[in-house]
């Protein structure tokens, strides 16, 4: 199984069409990386899919960087 | 107008304008989950004369008021044909009565599931037709949601209501391909009209331009239209379908 962070920023390159380079555990999907909210919630419901998982509304609505995002599967994973 | 492939989720679709539009569509080819929430023998009924013609239906039970039966019914839809590309909002209640006099549940029954069913049955569907880059939902409004209409204060809040929402939707949605427009029918024969007095009636007619009821078949047509290619450059639209009534 690859990198939680790996599987994730592949996610991000391929949704928001931006350079791996941009994305860091610190970056914004609004402020950094160029999403609005509906990419925020296809994120979201692409990471459901990758991971086997599902996010509440709650819970995604606290998802605001890609740390934010890589945590959350993490602890859910564990 | 072919629908070949397509799947398509009727809400209210055992009686009245739901029927004929679940008909019609199945006609054109798509797929149809008949929904009811209590006359499961008229939906069947409707899902056999579907299948009689060579179509593609089932009946599915949920009330639209309901968020977890909502889920349920789309998960159902979604297991069984593996998408959904058309969503028609038409299941409806009246509980009429004066302004003064209106109970408070009577309100709240028909913003529930006029309103409120509209609301949750575009978001569980919202989620797989992202994921499809394509979906056409049309919700079935009221031209007294645009005229208003005494003894109706929650019908019309309702339908006004779902107008609106139907224009967010519109919005929010548009980028991913999926449109959302409303059909505002006027008076229509269904049974809720077959059961009007002659004098009620001819009242009515008075005010038709095209001095007649509509037929469920009428709102059928402009709803398949809707959903169809034909109309991928429209989206939160009201179409009046009302004989020129509200212009």
Known sequence: ?78 | MKMEGKVAIVTGASRGIGREIALHLARLGAKVAVNYAGSEAKANEVVAQIVEHGGEAFAVQADVANSEAVERMVKEVLERWGRVDILVNNAGITRDNLLMRMKEEEWDAVINTNLKGVFLCTKAVTRPMMKQRYGRIVNIASIVGVSGNPGQANYVAAKAGVIGLTKTAAKELASRNITVNAVAPGFITTDMTDQLSEDVRRAMLQQIPLARLGNPEDIAHVVAFLVSDGASYMTGQTIHVDGGMVM
Do not use: C, H, P, W
């Open chain 1, 1 to 78: 199984m690859a990198d939680v962070l790996e599987r994730v920023t592949k996610i991000i390159v391929d949704r928001l069409g931006v350079e791996e380079s941009q994305v860091t555990l610190e970056s914004s999907f609004k402020e950094d990386l160029g999403a609005d909210s509906l990419d925020v919630v296809e994120l979201v419901m692409e990471l459901e899919d990758e991971f086997d998982m599902e996010i509440s509304d709650e819970e995604a609505e606290k998802i605001v960087t890609v740390g934010d995002a890589v945590n959350y599967i993490k602890s859910r994973l564990s």
